[in-house]
């Protein structure tokens, strides 16, 4: 895929996504509105990474995937698994527990049994961490043998844009979920498929 279809595919995406998740009502309490906001925040990740992309900003896409994902899980271990000492605690601006934690507490709930999310964190984090805090690939990705210039390839951006989307898919589902609200989930998953093909997204 070229990296111009990739942003078409993007746009198309974010754009359905906000329609149908723009009129939903969310019950105003203090849990809810945690969790919202982190997964608002992911959203928001998302469509920087790909703004930032736009603008050949890449460095600071990439640099944007890890804490897309990290807003994530703190939505959702927030959403299923956090005490109310521990919401209180993190509204006193107090830090969570650890992402490994996270994650191990969300998959001890109905539905996340397999373990895809400890799977893909252990498959990714080193490289997430690189990207975020300027490990060695970002400084790769910038030399060549004559300057110091963005040199990231068409196939590395377009698999950057495509992960996005991918976990904004997760972020959008959760949200559907928090409002109960199940046949829009469905939907976002309909829409994510029409748009982007389930075997393409779902072996990047």
Known sequence: MKLKNAIQK????FNKCNELIDSVELKADERNRVVAALFHLSLEHHGSICLLVQNQHNGSAFALLRPQFEAYIRGLWFMKCATEGQLQSFIKDNEPPRINDLISEIEE??????????????????????????????????VTTEEITSDFSEEH????????????????????????????????????QEIFGYEEWHNK
């Open 157 to 192: 951006l377009v698999k950057l844009v495509i992960t996005s989307c991918a976990l904004s898919l997760q972020a959008y589902i959760a949200l559907a979920l928090l409002v109960d609200r199940a046949e829009l989930a469905t939907s976002i998953k309909e829409v994510h």
């Open 109 to 142: 709930n109905p539905g996340y049994e397999e373990k895809g999310l400890s799977s893909l964190k252990e498959k990714v984090w080193g490289s997430l961490c690189g990207f975020t805090h300027g490990g060695y690939v970002q400084v790769s990705w910038r």
């Open 10 to 13: 993007y746009v198309a995406w």
